[in-house]
């Protein structure tokens, strides 16, 4: 075993120790050494890209004198920023490898993000969230009830304070 924790096997060509062949947990991935970095960097790339272009009819106006695309489009440009510095990090340095899609966490955590708007005006803002939080912290694999119910109303309270109170905005709160 190395000292990052990998096991590395080793298969002797005859019997000089001097002619072993190492087979690295890596091997086989020319192209990438960071995997997930890679992927990640090029999906936030095409979001950009795609922000971009839907963004193109907003006028985006001046520093003092802003437009409703400039918000928008300096995220834009901060997206694609750290979409290329992740494909560059996929690119120079070892990472994971790409691991196969978990279906129960995407369809939760897609799912929760549903479940909030279809009971955000029925249910109100504390009750809305508060499911969303709770459906999408199933997803974790070392789910345990008491921290995500804790998580899910610090969440929820904190929303309502920040957006109902602190920002005014109209929101029903409760059901």
Excluded: C, Y
């Excluded at 947990?25 to 795609?50: C, I, K």
């Excluded at 029925?122 to 009750?127: A, H, I, P, Q, T």
Aim: hydrophobic share 55%; proline share 6%.
């Amino acid at each position: 075993m190395s000292k990052a924790g990998e096991h590395h096997h080793t298969d002797a060509v005859g019997s000089d120790s001097s002619l072993s062949v190492e087979h690295h947990p890596h091997a086989g991935r020319p192209w990438a050494r960071g995997e997930v970095d890679l992927v990640a960097g090029v999906f936030l790339l095409v979001f950009a890209g795609l922000a971009w272009w839907f963004g193109q009819p907003l006028k985006i106006g001046t520093a003092f004198r802003m437009g409703p695309g400039f918000v928008p489009m300096l995220l834009t440009w901060a997206l694609g920023a750290f979409g290329i510095g992740l494909i560059a990090m996929g690119l120079l340095h070892r990472g994971p490898a790409l691991e196969g899609w978990r279906l129960k966490p995407m369809v939760l955590v897609l799912g929760a993000m549903a479940l909030f708007g279809l009971t955000i005006e029925s249910l109100g803002l504390l009750v809305a969230s508060t499911l969303a939080v709770f459906v999408s912290g199933i997803a974790a694999p070392g789910f345990r009830l008491r921290e995500v119910l804790l998580l899910a109303s610090a969440l929820a309270v904190g929303s309502v304070l920040l957006f109902p109170v602190a920002l005014n905005l109209s929101l029903r709160i409760f059901p």
